[in-house]
């Protein structure tokens, strides 16, 4: 079963930025589909950012702030954020589903879509 687990979270000032990373154990996560979500108090959790090959999709609240890339060395899907803002305060959680699934293909697609989870990390952005 693939597992995952987040890093990189933090307190950090509006037009900082901060950089998480969703690392994988057991298994290669190439071979997944790998999203980025997160989920502010009292909201729906919302899907950010994927990658799954060479395709790459952002949600347009994060699009030219955030960038998603994988390190295939250390295995981990890495989300650089950058210009950061108030309202991008929330619980960061990656998830994973076999690459096969229609998730990240088109757009991050819903939370529905994927299979495994990490256990989330904290972002707060203020001053």
């Known amino acids: 079963q693939l597992q995952l687990v987040e890093s990189g979270g933090g307190l950090v000032q509006p037009g900082g930025s901060l950089r998480l990373s969703c690392a994988a154990s057991g298994f290669t996560l190439d071979n997944y589909a790998i999203g980025w979500f997160r989920q502010a108090p009292g909201k729906e959790r919302e899907g950010i950012s994927c990658?799954?090959?060479?395709?790459?999709a952002y949600a347009d609240s994060v699009k030219g702030r955030f960038t998603i890339s994988r390190d295939n060395a250390k295995n981990t899907v890495n989300l650089q954020m950058n210009s950061l803002k108030p309202e991008d305060t929330a619980v960061y959680y990656c998830a994973g589903v076999w690459k096969a699934s229609p998730a990240c293909s088109i757009s991050v697609a819903s939370p529905g879509r994927y299979e495994y989870w990490g256990q989330g990390t904290q972002v707060t952005v203020s001053s």
């Open positions: 990658i799954r090959d060479n395709f790459r």
